[in-house]
């Protein structure tokens, strides 16, 4: 995961402590969309310029079209 990480500019670390801010469960990256994808809250939050936005208001719905 670092090297995906790495390319996305995002720190591995973080991404091992990050959660879903509803459900409070693991997430899962996306590399190509450059998103953290909450399945239990069938949510995706952006990663822009390394930075994961975990605000549910920036959040894309999985049931919605990218």
Do not use: N, Q
């Amino acid at each position: 995961m670092s090297s995906v990480a790495d390319t996305l500019g995002v720190d591995p670390k973080l991404l091992e402590i990050l959660v879903c801010p509803v459900t409070k469960t693991p997430l899962r990256l996306d590399r190509e969309r450059a998103e953290l994808i909450s399945d239990a809250a069938h949510l995706a939050f952006p990663i822009r310029d390394g930075i994961p936005i975990m605000l549910v208001d920036e959040a894309r719905h999985l049931d919605d079209a990218p």
